[in-house]
């Protein structure tokens, strides 16, 4: 068991190295490349240029800086640069730049004299046309940086130069460390027999869990969908009873027109989603019925973008945002109370969006009316559960009217 758990660690060291060395040649071969491809974001004839320090202009110096600056970002090195050296000279030709120099005011401009030991570039490397690396100071720290020389279309000769802060290599190694710790614990845990029978059981009773989780979930969404309003199923059948005596051609209607909310409300066939189309034709159905009940003090308006019809959305998406939003209207005193629902495209999101007339009785307002909020937590867990994060849930007041918007990703 002792020489099994020395084994263990001792090729778990050379695995940390061997992962650290290529971590390192990746390193290297992003400062290369990143090096290589700084005479593609200059101009073609820039060298051409740069070798008089009169030869580039403050405007394209500047967009030099902010085009190599940009390029760093991307390939996540710390700096690029590129400099011209001579017998008589040596001057930076355009480099990037990072956002403390912007604060501080420090960006090197074109043609900034510097000394050629600032590069500590090894003291054979005289021949550069072989990429070489080596270690710089700059205002960032100590950089791991490349060095190659190229020749411009004219034949000026110059230098490219990329560095990655040595605090980011450090870190990238650090991150390592974790994978090389838990294959070691892996392969303790496999000597021990009564760990893999434990983990069996635990892998077993996981996915009972989970089963049951499921089976609970399923539940929930069957009583949701069987979770009709009480308060609206009674006050429909009262003004049916009184219209039976008024107009009972309209509560004949307004009594087939509850039998169809009902028969869409509760049939569903076990499926969780449904097409927005369905989902409109209910919410219409809904509002008829409260249309008949209201008379002139209801005004509803229901809209759907056109080649939106098929997206599948939950099951009673609307019906709850409807129901707070007549509800909630009504205690506004508004007459008539506006009820607008509008299913709309924006970006790459389906926006389902309820408004009323009125103000919101939420509780940030001094006037807020007690609720139990059975409706839209309800509505927000089975969008949890369907979208995770990829939604968004919002509540505001616009010009007069509460509006509730729901983004949800198009499928």
Known sequence: MLLYLIGVIIFTFLHYRSTCTTALEDIDKRLLQAARSIKYILPG??????????????????????AMTQYARLVEVTSLSTAVINSDEAFYTSHSTTDRDIEENAICFYGRDFNVNELSMP???????????????????????????????????????????????????????PSS?????????????????????????????????????????????????????????NSINTLILKNSNMASEMLIKLADFCRSSLYRHGEELTFIESEIHLTKNF?????????DSLK?????????????????????????????????????????????????????NVKNSGKWFGSG???????????????KKRLEKYYKNDYKFEVSEENGMVSVKIYLPIR
């Open 45 to 66: 004839d820039f060298h051409d240029r740069a070798v008089e320090k009169t030869g580039v202009s403050e405007v394209e110096d500047i967009n030099n800086i902010m």
């Open 365 to 379: 307002n001094p006037t807020h009316i007690p609720s139990t909020k059975i409706g839209l937590e309800n509505l």
């Open 123 to 177: 003291k054979n490397a005289e021949d550069l046309k072989e990429p070489v690396f080596f270690f710089q100071k700059s205002t960032s720290g100590i950089l791991r940086s490349t060095c190659i020389e190229e020749v411009s279309p004219t034949g000026n000769h110059y230098l490219m130069i990329a560095g990655i802060k040595m605090e980011t290599i450090d870190k990238i190694l650090f991150d390592l460390i």
């Open 181 to 237: 710790v838990f294959q070691c614990v892996f392969f303790v845990l496999l000597a021990i027999p009564l760990i893999v029978v434990f983990s069996k059981t635990q892998v077993k009773n996981f996915i009972e869990l989970e089963n049951a989780k499921i089976s609970a979930e399923k539940a929930q969404l069957e009583m949701l969908r069987y979770q009709l309003n009480p308060h609206f199923l009674f006050n429909t059948l």
């Open 287 to 295: 509002l008829e019925i409260e249309k008949v009940r209201w008379g």
């Open 300 to 352: 509803p308006l229901v809209e759907c973008e056109p080649g939106l019809e098929k997206m599948s959305v939950p099951h009673f998406t609307f019906q709850p945002l409807v129901e707070n939003a007549i509800k909630y209207g009504q205690l506004s005193e508004c007459d008539p109370l506006e009820i607008i629902v509008k299913v709309s495209r924006f970006e790459e999101y389906i926006l389902l």
